[in-house]
């Protein structure tokens, strides 16, 4: 074998490891945009849900407390699987369902891209009245 295929081969194989290394890094965000002393908790309907990967997601429309702005919220959440060790399942919420929902909002009230307002889950009563999470109006999202 020439030292050009050993070189390259050491090189490639390097390579290979450092995206090894660096992909659970980039595949992941800080949750430091949320303000995890404060709650808002928001009655509304359901109008999306995304179960997927590495953070599921829902919108609703509602009316918020604590002088938090009513209307469209973008709610996220930790990944499906995790989700899924707390007790959720996949159709825990379903479009057009009446739920109530305690979340850490944005630091920076700021208007999302699609008119929404972002918090980070804490907790929902579901429209079946079951719970998910922390519904005391305390508490943080997830940190995962």
Known sequence: MSKVNRFSKKIGA????????????????????FD?????????????????NPHASFKLTGDAS?????????IEMTAPNVLINQGWKRNSLRIGDQVTVFANPLHNAITLNDGSQGGLYVG?????????????????????
Request: hydrophobic share 35%; net charge negative.
């Open 14 to 33: 390097a390579l290979v490891m450092a995206g090894a290394f660096s992909a659970p890094t980039m595949s992941h965000h800080s949750t430091a945009a």
């Open 36 to 52: 995890s002393n404060s709650v808002v908790v928001i009655e509304g309907e359901v109008t999306q849900v995304r179960w997927i």
């Open 66 to 74: 604590q002088d938090h702005p009513d209307g469209l919220w973008t």
């Open 124 to 144: 929902v009563i579901l429209q079946d009245g079951s719970t998910l999470g922390r519904t005391d109006g305390e508490g943080q999202g997830s940190e995962r």
